[in-house]
């Protein structure tokens, strides 16, 4: 049941066809992890925070650093030192106090990750190819859905991945990917975005999700294009 505070707080989204009061309370009682609260994890925090999911898990063993600040938009010069799980709580409570946050300053494991995620729907906000697998495995594991973003410099992707209709993040990656990752902060924010979405869309079962497909955008050219990925023969995780 929807409170008239939030009745008003989100009056313009239940609003638009398909979601309504129904949708709304999907969402508030929806349960996400997002894996990672930095570049796109600040995006995606903000925007699923502010569009009402209900619990919102974050993971993430870092703290706020300087050179995060050009992306990372939760954090301030004030909370630099802070755990950055703590940084974000604090930001997204006073976005949003109607839901709840969760937070883990753990790193994720293979011994971990499934305790971890338990059975929510996974956003990979990561930027290391190793924890995106482990998150890769985890999904396929306990059939979770996995909402992927990557981010090099003025350059994104996103997919979906559902285990069991499409080809999993392993079969994407294939190769390694490098370590540091340049970037510039308008990327991670539309990337972010665009996982929000989907994850938005999964719960409310509406529009077309981006299912064996990915979409990359270049900010260069500011063009978005799309290619279509199937199971790798070889693949070591969804075999």
């Not at 190793?130 to 410099?153: D, I, T």
């Not at 994407?172 to 979405?197: D, E, N, R």
Request: glycine content about 10%; overall charge neutral.
């Amino acid at each position: 049941m929807l409170s008239k505070q939030e009745l008003q707080r989100y009056k313009r989204q239940i609003t638009i066809p398909d979601w309504g009061e129904e949708g709304q309370e999907k969402l508030k009682a929806a349960k996400v992890v997002v894996v990672g609260a930095g570049g796109l994890g600040s995006a995606v925090l903000t925007y699923l925070a502010v569009a009402g999911i209900g619990t919102i898990r974050i993971i993430d063993n870092d703290e706020v650093e300087l050179s995060n600040l050009n992306r990372q938009v939760l954090h301030t010069n004030r909370d630099i030192g802070k755990a950055k799980v703590d940084s974000a709580k604090g930001r997204l409570h006073e976005l949003n106090p109607d839901i709840k946050i969760e937070t883990v300053t753990d790193a994720i494991t293979e011994e971990n990750v499934l305790d971890l995620v338990e059975d929510r729907p996974i956003v990979d906000a990561l930027d290391n190819l190793e924890g995106r697998l482990l998150l890769n495995r985890a999904s396929l594991q306990q059939k979770l859905p996995l909402f992927h973003g990557a981010v090099y410099g003025f350059e994104g992707r996103a997919t979906t991945i559902i285990p069991g209709q499409t080809p999993c993040l392993h079969c994407l990656y294939q190769g390694s990917l490098p370590g540091i990752v340049p970037v510039v902060g308008t990327t991670p924010g539309i990337i972010a975005c665009i996982q929000a979405t989907e994850v938005i869309k999964y719960i409310l079962t509406v529009g077309e999700l981006l299912l064996g497909r990915v979409l990359i955008y270049d900010g260069l050219t500011m063009k978005f294009s799309e290619i279509k990925f199937k199971k790798h023969p070889n693949c070591e995780s969804c075999k």
